[in-house]
């Protein structure tokens, strides 16, 4: 491999301190032609801050600060690097990469140090995603998780799947190979009682996935109701600042208005979706049309109810609306929650309280929220708690959060469950072997010790120049 080099830290904009990395096989010897300090860098401490002077291409002093050597295999990457800390202003960071460059290093690509780690073992898969993971956190508990992960609590989960598959394939593979040797042959019975296990550990992480996934990326969330029924003032009062217009004049919401915010410990996606409702006004239609496909897209739906509007015989046509939307959404089969706006104001609320029944999807039936006092919201963080659960905080770095590794763990539970199967229906055990290795191969996929190429190149894709 060549040398590496790139801004890690500031870059983009004035900063108090930037970082500069460098790793390669003549990490050390191009580190040496930018770095002044007292002695020679290749002979300073390892693993400790020494002060120099950073120099140029033509060899002037650009800017003085601190710089790190970490001799290999015992580093981030595996292999001798170091790390440049300097003033972050944009233009000195620039010039020293330049006179890393000048030196003999290469830009490193997106990721491309982590990748390093992952190729050198000193990371499995699970942990270089963590790195993305826990650099993308958007909440504590995501960081935590990702934290966690970065320690190798994902692949602790897995190691005993891998390592009882492994006993049963390695040990038919040695009496095949080796008949004359005094190796006791597996027995049906106890390949029934590992397969079971593992087929049984693999069920219950993937039965974590939603967690992580929810950890992960959060909760798109749909805000829907009828026109001026608060859904906007309910998006303002969630976010802590006024982020959608809000009038008295229904219809002011067109098109999509969207923010993240932390409820109950969960990070929401929301969706402000304009009021639901028959138009001819052809720009208010098509957000009532993006409004639909919102609500279809959405994880979770708001269903925002006008707390003061009166019931009475000249509102029958708006309580009609009110009741087909109540069904519509119902119906979705998706969490929802209903919320009556405006409950600083008097007026009546028999509708919803007498017609919306508690479910597994809806399990706080309707709350009554006042965005402009802030009443009620704190019930609405513990329906929101209830609906996505946080979990164990032991489970912290062994939930499965991303698309890939759910595909990998449920390969392997499928070629565990055909492997048991199989040797329930009478089959002789080496018949069973080959969806046990496949298994093995999915899991390997999942930490990398079969991962193919463009699986490896898609993830360290995802990251960010100078990681």
Known sequence: MDTIAAIAAGGGAPSAIGVLRISGPDCFAVCGRVFRSARPFGELEARRMVLGEMLDR???????????????????????????????????????????????????????????????????????????????????AAARNAAAQLDGGLR???EPVQEALLEITSRFYAVVDYPDEDIRDVQ?????AALREAEERLTALLDTCRRGQVLKRGVRTAIV???????????????????????????????????????????LRLVDTAGLRETED?????????????????????LVKDGAAEVCPENRAYWEAQALLLRQVAETGKPWLCIESKCDLTGPRAFSLGLIQKDANNPA???????????GLDKLEEAVSALFPAGDPGEAGSLLTDRRQEDAALRAREALRRAREALEEGLTPDAVLSDAEEALNALGELTGRTAKEEIVERIFSRFCVGK
Request: glycine share 10%; net charge negative; with cysteine.
């Open 365 to 375: 039936a309707c709350l009554c929220v006042s965005s402009v006092t802030g009443q």
């Open 188 to 192: 049906p019975r106890e390949i029934a």
């Open 225 to 267: 109701g009828l026109p001026n029924a608060g859904k906007s003032s309910l998006l303002n009062a969630l976010a802590g600042y006024d982020r959608a217009i809000v009038t008295d004049v229904p219809g002011t919401t067109r098109d999509t208005v969207e923010e993240s915010v932390l409820c109950g410990g969960v990070l």
């Open 58 to 140: 033509e060899g002037r002093v650009l800017d003085r600060g601190l710089a790190v050597r970490f001799p290999g295999p015992h580093s981030y990457t595996g292999e001798d690097a170091a790390e440049f800390h300097c003033h972050g202003s944009p233009v000195v960071l620039r010039e020293v990469l330049a006179a890393l460059l000048a030196a003999g290093a290469r830009q490193a690509g997106p990721g491309e140090f982590t990748k390093r780690a992952f190729l050198n073992g000193r990371l499995d898969l699970t942990q270089a995603e963590a790195v993305i993971d826990l650099i993308d956190a958007e909440t504590a």
């Open 156 to 158: 602790r989960r897995l």
């Open 282 to 302: 052809q720009v208010e239609k098509l957000g009532v049309e993006r409004s639909r496909r919102a609500m279809e897209e959405a994880e979770l739906i708001l």
